[in-house]
């Protein structure tokens, strides 16, 4: 098992910009892939950012590319997520997750276990 547990979340105006944080605990942390994930009312889960296990390559959304920035540090357990020139539409709960999948998956399914999430609004 592992334990995720995001922070960092809160209002900011458009333009602005925060670093959410994921703290992992339970297993090795630097077996997983770490991936970032939101959802906004009324909308689908979706693929935002993941990293690879040795944090060397980042992947990224169309949408937040150039504007996030993902990283990891294996020695204190914990993946970020950088974020500037935020957007309203930026605005959605933030989820962590980790896969065992060797390969980055920006899908839902190769991530088997998540965060609580934490909130992020943007505002106009």
């Known amino acids: 098992q592992v334990q995720l547990v995001e922070s960092g979340g809160g209002l900011v105006q458009a333009g602005g910009s925060l670093r959410l944080s994921c703290a992992a605990s339970?297993?090795?942390?630097?077996?997983?892939?770490m991936g970032w994930f939101r959802q906004a009312p009324g909308k689908e889960r979706e693929f935002v950012a993941a990293?690879?296990?040795?944090?060397?390559?980042?992947y990224y959304a169309d949408s937040v590319q150039g504007r996030f920035t993902i990283s990891r540090d294996n020695a204190k357990n914990t993946v970020y997520l950088q974020m500037s020139s935020l957007k309203p539409e930026d605005t959605a709960v933030y989820y962590c997750?980790?896969?065992?999948?060797?390969?980055?998956?920006?899908?839902?399914?190769?991530?088997?276990?998540w965060g609580q999430g934490t909130q992020v609004t943007v505002s106009s």
């Open positions: 990293i690879t296990r040795s944090g060397d390559m980042p």
């Open positions: 997750a980790a896969s065992s999948v060797v390969a980055v998956r920006q899908s839902i399914g190769a991530y088997a276990y």
């Open positions: 339970g297993r090795t942390f630097s077996n997983y892939v």
